[in-house]
T-cell receptor
Framework: AQSVTQLDSQVPVFEEAPVELRCNYS??????LFWYVQYPNQGLQLLLK??????LVKGINGFEAEFNKSQTSFHLRKPSVHISDTAEYFC??????????FGSGTKLNVKP | DTGVSQDPRHKITKRGQNVTFRCDPI?????LYWYRQTLGQGPEFLTY????????KSRLLSDRFSAERPKGSFSTLEIQRTEQGDSAMYLC????????????FGSGTRLTVV
């Protein structure tokens, strides 16, 4: 089985500042990694995914993440955040795409 | 591509009543998934279908829960004899068979059991 830990439940940041949302995973098999964003009262939207190849993956809205196998991490970064990035972000892991294991989420609060 | 549709968006029910939710996936997606999200938590897997076949069920899916996907199109999730602990957001998602593209989620059905 797999599991995901998102250590930061809330991250406050000022507009135009950089941000990093941390994600660590545990798995006994090779996994695929995903970041999703959830706006209030909405479903989850895929931000980016790591399946194979380059460990630095770029997603929508200027986000990127780096897969680090030795540290079992997949941290999400954005060099300059906007107010509209305020949302909850979920890291997820899957071994076979049949089901995903999600972390408990990180609420990003961008302040003006 | 009209996305994944879920109905209703909100449901308030009294404890002990039965409820049914519907999910319409993206038409060309043959996989359909149900997840449950409680307050402050990430989504938890409940079950998934490939076409009309239900291939896996979580232990979270007690015998009060049943999901169907007749004809491999829309799906329903029924909860019988609801309990307050069933209050949650029920999310439906769909994907192509290989799933590598990630899921497309619906907006969810928020269930409140009073």
């Amino acid at each position: 089985a797999q599991s995901v830990t998102q250590l930061d439940s809330q991250v406050p940041v000022f507009e135009e500042a950089p941000v990093e949302l941390r994600c660590n995973y545990s798995s006994s098999v090779s996994v695929y990694l995903f970041w999703y964003v959830q706006y209030p009262n909405q479903g989850l939207q895929l931000l980016l995914k790591y399946l194979s190849g380059s460990t630095l993956v770029k997603g929508i809205n200027g986000f990127e993440a780096e897969f680090n196998k030795s540290q079992t991490s997949f941290h999400l970064r954005k060099p300059s955040v906007h107010i509209s990035d305020t949302a909850e972000y979920f890291c997820a892991v899957s071994g076979n795409f049949n089901k995903f294991y999600f972390g408990s989420g990180t609420k990003l609060n961008v302040k003006p | 591509d009209t996305g994944v549709s879920q109905d209703p968006r909100h449901k308030i029910t009294k404890r002990g009543q039965n409820v049914t939710f519907r999910c319409d996936p993206i038409s060309e997606h043959n996989r359909l998934y149900w997840y449950r999200q409680t307050l402050g938590q990430g989504p938890e897997f409940l079950t998934y279908f490939q076409n009309e076949a239900q291939l896996e069920k979580s232990r979270l899916l007690s015998d009060r829960f049943s999901a169907e996907r007749p004809k491999g199109s829309f799906s329903t999730l029924e909860i019988q004899r609801t309990e307050q602990g069933d209050s949650a957001m029920y999310l439906c998602a769909s994907s192509r068979e290989e799933g590598a593209g990630g899921y497309t989620f619906g907006s969810g059905t928020r269930l409140t059991v009073v």
